[in-house]
T-cell receptor, first 112, second 116 residues
Framework: EAQVTQNPRYLITVTGKKLTVTCSQN?????MSWYRQDPGLGLRQIYY???????DKGDVPEGYKVSRKEKRNFPLILESPSPNQTSLYFC???????????FGPGTRLTVL | QKEVEQNSGPLSVPEGAIASLNCTYS??????FFWYRQYSGKSPELIMS????GDKEDGRFTAQLNKASQYVSLLIRDSQPSDSATYLC????????????????FGKGTKLSVIP
């Protein structure tokens, strides 16, 4: 089944404790992206990747890191999480940047 | 500043009626337009994509694009209670290249409620 997977789906952590949210797709997509969704603010892009080893900042990159060492994986790293990073996070992928983006199931992160 | 504006709603329509969802965008040089549906607590799923002026129909859904007015809409005919969700408009800005064209900008969504 073609899909985007994210892990974990739910995470409660404390301020400053490094964490990684994984994202993987099995559709051989070139383009991958991370979004956060907050009430009243909608979906905002954090980082995106055009292809392996090519990443760039989205609209809200502060406090996040990404890497794209393999085509199928695009992990999101929070080196020192803070409470304002409490949010619902979505990974998405598409064949290329012009194509429809398909979303993973989401990761609900709470930083205490 | 990239902006995609949607009426937040809630928009309430009776079952069987036509629901009309609207979206405006701020950059004339925009190439691709998408409508996503998002049920509460779930991920967005694509309903329609549209790239050129005019109407595009898919079952009960019709997307309408007017680039001169910078306006895109989604019509849902014969609305069903299962259509109750938040509808997100997304726009890919910029031309065929350049940083802006590599991103999707989303509106904040319109919440639709179909009353049985």
């Amino acid at each position: 089944e073609a899909q985007v997977t994210q892990n974990p789906r739910y995470l409660i952590t404390v301020t400053g404790k490094k964490l990684t949210v994984t994202c993987s797709q099995n559709m051989n997509h070139e383009y991958m992206s991370w979004y956060r969704q907050d009430p009243g603010l909608g979906l905002r892009q954090i980082y995106y990747s055009m292809n392996v080893e090519v990443t760039d900042k989205g609209d809200v990159p502060e406090g996040y890191k990404v890497s794209r060492k393999e085509k199928r994986n695009f992990p999101l790293i929070l080196e020192s999480p803070s409470p304002n990073q409490t949010s619902l996070y979505f990974c998405a992928s598409s064949l290329d940047y012009t194509d429809t983006q398909y979303f993973g199931p989401g990761t609900r992160l709470t930083v205490l | 500043q990239k902006e995609v504006e949607q009426n937040s709603g809630p928009l309430s329509v009776p079952e069987g009626a036509i629901a009309s969802l609207n979206c405006t965008y701020s950059d004339r040089v925009s190439q691709s337009f998408f409508w996503y549906r998002q049920y509460s607590g779930k991920s967005p799923e694509l309903i329609m994509s549209i790239y050129s002026n005019g109407d595009k129909e898919d079952g009960r859904f019709t997307a309408q694009l007017n680039k001169a007015s910078q306006y895109v809409s989604l019509l849902i005919r014969d609305s069903q209670p299962s259509d109750s969700a938040t509808y997100l408009c997304a726009v890919r800005y910029g031309g065929y290249s350049g940083a802006g064209s590599y991103q999707l900008t989303f509106g904040k969504g319109t919440k639709l409620s179909v009353i049985p």
